[in-house]
């Protein structure tokens, strides 16, 4: 027999139900009760929270049922007994104590012709030979089992409040607690505790519970739906029972993902929703330790000539009441969801204004209340599993070849089907675009004084926004390679090298130590007779904003070193074949980044540069160099940066600063 870890009051669970069975073979009687008492460790503390916190060493459970007469007495002795099998039971239960408890003390007090009382010790060394009785002058019926000495490791995953005991406690035995005629059920433990269950029952339950059947594969099932208003560590729940008792639980939020953690009903009160689902089936399909079915959980898990009905099909069926009993809740949470939904699209994040086609889809998928950062990774996994379903029907259609026909129909499903591709489409443009506005107003930020050192940040900032240093193009995603911060067309190249020796670099045979800020080649579109493997290549320099003396390291003669020692350097095709760049036909660029201080300004002249029409920049042409030179200061790069994606900025309103 197996005693799961999490399920550490199993065992008490069975002692409670066999009083409330000892009870129902009274019959129809008055006063019938059920006591539980739950034994804590001994503290040394005097104090009542001390003593109400201490960890539960065992339970005592008091009925005054019919007891442990011969009938009774005669079963418990034998293993496997059928004695209650009307009853649901599998004649195992009482083993179960002593996984969990190293004895069960037990004394009963019972009535046949006079009264009589017995007692005895079970345990895994005790003798299983009939206990005697006694003829007793008290004459009120009392069984009082005793589980003793909570074992390791159920005692720790025990609850230690009364609080949480008595809810799994009503939440277990629900069956029972909504019959008219439960019986009487006291819980309380060391410390003085005390709840009454079917008050307890009565206050966070009640009458409330609906009541609705259905049938799966010619099997009926009743659904009992009941509403907890207790603030409950349960979540809303699907409870598959047996024989009145509860022994396998679901998440609704498995198949209901858009409920939030507990509903408002018309007073306002929050509650946690279970739907309680017995049935034949479910009886007969019960394991000896009530903690799970023998059939499969899901469709096709067993090869089998007969059909078997599964778990996912009876979960499948029960969500219909569990729609019924929370419709207008749902519906209510659904309107809420859509609105978060259509806001946070519409001001935060534009890119994912595609999916309100789906928003019928999306707001029972997507959990409510999440924050910003929660909805954006929602909306992006529905997203990518749309693209792959996409994909996939997309895949399917194309391999069709429509007859003339069904060419209509064929041509209905293209249509919708480009619809939607389109749609996705420009969902990953807008995030695109809103990646670009994020770039530059980051860009802006680090131009300033940083507020804590007082000085500019340093020119690796700005480096890294535009290419991540000390980094190939291999090694950086595409969205982190921001050159069209500096020209839309170095966004496709051949080969970038940030802040490498080009010594190091593999696409070339240099021993030069000389590190440009950024190399970047251009592939050849086409090769005839005596051409390079490139078309271009371009040297990127950065320097630190308003640096004052530039004239010791004037980044224009940087450029030109750079150049003459790339010039004299081999370039290795896609063969591994070796062509040097001496040829004529390879023009180069230089972009040199900097704020334009006086002394720039005069380096820039001195080089034969002109300045921009808007004076932000300086550009020329070095003949003997074949190169084509810009100065470009941290200004206009950030305004024309600006101007170039403003149209696109514009259409997903959001806009830079």
């Known amino acids: 027999m197996k005693l799961p870890q999490s399920k550490p009051l199993q065992p008490l669970f069975e002692a409670i139900v066999n009083s409330f069975q000892s009870l129902e073979e009274l019959g129809d009687v008055d006063g019938k009760s059920i006591r539980i008492f739950a034994e804590r460790d001994t503290v040394l503390d005097d104090d009542p929270l001390s003593v109400t916190n201490s960890p539960i060493c065992g339970f005592v459970i008091e009925d005054n049922g019919v007891g442990f ?35 069960a003390e037990i004394y009963s007090r019972f009535e046949d012709g006079g009264y009589w009382e017995r007692s005895f010790t079970f345990s895994l060394s005790s003798d299983l030979s009939k206990p005697p009785a006694s003829p007793t002058e008290k004459s009120v019926r009392l069984t009082r089992i005793s589980l003793k000495d909570y074992q390791s490791p159920y005692k720790e995953e025990a609850p230690r409040s009364l609080d949480i005991l008595a809810q799994r406690i009503v939440e277990h035995c629900l069956a029972f607690f909504l019959d008219a005629k439960c019986p009487t059920v006291i819980l309380e433990g060391t410390g003085g505790e005390k709840f009454n269950l079917n008050e307890y029952f009565g206050e966070y339950i009640g009458d409330r519970a609906s009541t609705h059947s259905f049938s799966v594969v010619g099997q009926d099932f009743n659904f009992r739906g009941v509403r907890l208003y207790h603030p409950s560590e349960r979540g809303h729940a699907l409870v598959y ?25 018309e007073a306002g009160e929050s509650f946690v929703y279970l739907g309680f689902i017995t049935g034949d089936y479910l009886d007969a399909s019960v394991n000896s330790e009530r903690t799970g079915f023998s059939f499969p959980d899901g469709i096709g898990e067993v090869q089998s000539a007969l059909p078997i009905l599964t778990l996912q099909e009876i979960r499948t069926a029960a969500l219909e009441p569990v729609k019924a009993d929370l419709g207008g809740f749902i519906e209510k949470v659904h309107e809420q969801n859509r609105q978060r939904i259509d806001s946070f699209v519409s001001s935060d994040a534009p890119q994912f204004q595609p999916l309100k086609r789906y928003m019928d889809e999306l707001v029972q998928e997507v959990q409510p209340g999440l924050s910003n950062d929660q909805l954006d990774i929602a909306l992006h996994k529905f997203q990518r599993r749309k693209e792959i379903e996409l994909k996939e029907r997309g895949q399917k259609l194309f391999a069709e070849e429509p007859e ?31 990646h670009r506005k994020v770039v530059l107003d980051f860009f802006d930020k680090s131009m300033k004084i940083d507020p804590v050192t007082g000085k500019h940040h340093l020119e690796e900032t700005l480096h890294n926004i535009v290419f991540p240093m000390r980094r190939i193009s291999e090694e950086v995603p595409h969205e982190l390679q921001n050159l069209w911060l500096l020209d839309e067309r170095l966004t496709y190249h051949r080969y970038l090298a940030s802040d490498k020796p080009l010594s190091s670099l593999q696409p070339l045979d240099s021993e030069s130590d000389l590190r440009p800020d950024m190399l970047v080649f251009d592939r050849a579109l086409a090769f005839t007779e005596g051409d390079t493997p490139v078309s271009s290549f371009v040297i990127v320099e950065f320097k630190r904003p308003e640096r004052g003396d530039v004239r010791r390291d004037n980044p ?23 062509v040097k760049l001496q040829s004529e036909n390879v023009p180069g660029y230089a972009f040199i980044v ?7 300004e005069t380096l820039a002249e001195n080089a034969s540069l002109q300045k921009t029409p808007d004076g932000l920049g300086y550009f020329g042409f070095n003949v003997k160099l074949n190169l084509y030179v810009e100065v470009l200061s941290y200004t206009k790069i950030l305004r024309d940066a600006k101007k170039r994606n403003r149209v696109l900025f514009d259409k997903l309103n959001i806009h830079s600063n």
């Open 69 to 103: 007469n011969e009938a009774n007495i005669g079963s418990f002795l034998t293993s496997d007994s059928d004695y209650k099998a009307r009853l649901g039971g599998k004649g195992v239960g009482r083993f179960m104590w002593l996984k969990a408890f190293s004895r």
């Open 241 to 265: 029972a047996a024989n009145r008792r509860e022994v396998k639980v679901d998440k609704l939020s498995k198949s209901l993902e858009a409920l939030p953690q507990r509903l408002g009903d």
């Open 404 to 434: 003339l026909t069904t060419y209509d129909g064929y041509a209905e499903r293209l249509q919708e089907f480009m619809d939607e591709f389109n749609d996705l489409g420009k969902s990953e443009l807008a995030k695109y675009v809103a």
């Open 556 to 578: 224009i003669e940087q450029v030109y070193n750079h150049v003459r020692q790339l010039r004299t350097s081999h370039y290795k095709d896609d063969f591994g074949r070796e």
């Open 594 to 600: 900097c704020d334009l201080t006086s002394q720039m």
